[in-house]
């Protein structure tokens, strides 16, 4: 069976936040919380936006990025058909430098259902 | 009022390609192929496909594949508002370099409503 | 002599701007303003954060971002040896592909001057 | 002695593959091959197109990308010299940032001859 | 027919490459050098590195970059169909963003022919 | 406390280089020349210098690179708080893709201080 990682991620993302947030920059601060609520459901839904944020991340081959928006669009009751649609509008963007991290994506998916 | 560039955009885009493809490489040709199909209904709806397509061309900070997905996307029946939370997503996700390319697509959009 | 460009790029962008903001995205509207906060000086001078935004600028190659700030470095009072310094520096992190841009920029550093 | 790398390589490639294919989305199983035939020899021989494919990847950065086309480029029969030529190149474009994938590179060709 | 462009490209290139020179830089002088060298035969052919030059500059979508290796790559006697094999290989690698920059350099081509 | 990293990591970009240099490509160690002389003070001086490379590597997401400015910066006098500004820089700039990279940086900057 396929590994759990997502428990692991989050408290890793979260110790080093903390880091970050400690160290009080008010502009850093002020980044993260709009990064935050650009995934607000809206005039468009959440899972629309988490979609939109995991094509971005794999376009742009950020490995933690693709991970948070993975876990995230699941936990909105995207299907595997539709992540795997998902991915595919990625690799047409992207190209094939999108694959190592399709692949790494695909083995986490595999582990959350 | 905004100048119409939709109608220029699309025909260029036909006379571009028809010599790409009066050239007859196969591989190409089903690389086309792929990509139009990407954006079609299925798991996910078109309108879904045409706002991911939208957002990963913002940060890659493509211009035609920006006023590709455009149309596209307001073709779907998106509304201003819906389209510039899109922007909004793209914007944090790929940070300031985007804006040239926001304030582009935002003149295109005028347009278009 | 070399063309003025910064008057008409700075209404351009102006224009650009009213268009964007007449549509009263508040997460857009307040990336704009981390965006222009991020830059004034702190424990680190304006200058120094106006040639790390032209350095970034260049090795993402953004001809728009290198103009802006490349106007606002130069209004920071610093030398023509000074930004070749820093071209050279992002020519080397950024590699030939950069020289196109650097062309561009040494042209509209002429105008200044 | 450098440390062989490229078994464990292609079998974790292929496993991670198979997982991606069993999800059987018909978009992705045919960029797959189009990315294989991408390489097969035609006008050009296999070499030149691999040595194509290695020097994109270092350009943009993709170490997994690297790995698999330094593989089939010395299967190809291409000389040391020859793939520190390719290394070179993609230096040059690409910059100072491709130097730490160059690195890793030339540890794993020690390895392979 | 299509329209001739390598002459006003190289003058023009020629032209801002003064105005860089001027300010004599060493390091960006000695950068030049040393991206003219990158192409020069040896261990590998000049067609060869053109060929591997020309992909990287699409994969990275540098329009004049493109530009400069067509033409290079054209008067070391390559034919049509090899090009085009080369840009199959830009576009599977670095995805549909290539198109736009495709779709010119094909133009481009034609006019060489 | 934070693990000390910097020791481990020059000694290993040490043991690297020393193959890349074993290999005696002329064009590869020139570049490695200009990189190295790039940061020295001259019109600019070099904790601006180390800031512009800092920045410059954060937006293009190279974590070797970031390491190495990091120390280099830190070496150079810089107050965590002026490292912060310029991280702040680098976030705006290339948006929440970099945010994974400043997370580690962060982290790495505890231990040096």
Known sequence: MAKKWDKDFFEERDRLNEIVFSNEHLGIKRFFALDEQAYHGGALDEQTKEFMGLVASMVLRCDDCISYHLKKVYDT???KEQIYEAFNVALVVGGSIVIPHLRE?????????
């Open 77 to 79: 009751g995207a299907t």
């Open 105 to 113: 994506a695909a083995e986490k998916l595999e582990s959350l259902f």
